[in-house]
């Protein structure tokens, strides 16, 4: 079992950044693909960010590409998410995950746990 607990958003002017955390329970936790999602009111969840486990390679949407930044700390069991250029249409619940299975890490389907999310919401 891992258990997933993000912090860090907040509200923030369009342009402005954030840094969200992730803190992981459990011994495993660089076993583990790490992901960022987001959802908005009234869409569906999308896949922001992820980073592997071991080899630390990162994978961003394209409509965070050159925003967000992926990093993880192993020997903290903290996986981050650095949000800056921030858009309006950024605002949503962000979802940090945990997940190994053999599926695309860019579909929830990949992922095995989930944490509560934590909101952001950019004014313009």
């Known amino acids: 079992q891992v258990q997933l607990v993000e912090s860090g958003g907040g509200l923030v002017q369009a342009g402005g950044s954030l840094r969200l955390s992730c803190a992981a329970s459990g011994r495993t936790f660089s076993r583990y693909t790490m992901g960022w999602f987001r959802q908005a009111p009234g869409k569906e969840r999308e896949f922001a960010a992820a980073?592997?486990?071991?080899?630390?390679?990162?994978f961003y949407a394209e409509s965070v590409k050159g925003r967000f930044t992926i990093s993880r700390d192993n020997a903290k069991n903290t996986v981050y998410l650095q949000v800056s250029s921030l858009k309006p249409e950024d605002t949503a619940v962000y979802y940090c995950?945990?997940?190994?299975?053999?599926?695309?890490?860019?579909?929830?389907?990949?992922?095995?746990?989930w944490g509560q999310g934590t909101q952001v919401t950019v004014s313009s």
């Open positions: 995950a945990a997940g190994s299975s053999r599926r695309s890490v860019d579909t929830p389907e990949f992922y095995d746990y």
């Open positions: 980073i592997r486990g071991i080899s630390d390679f990162t």
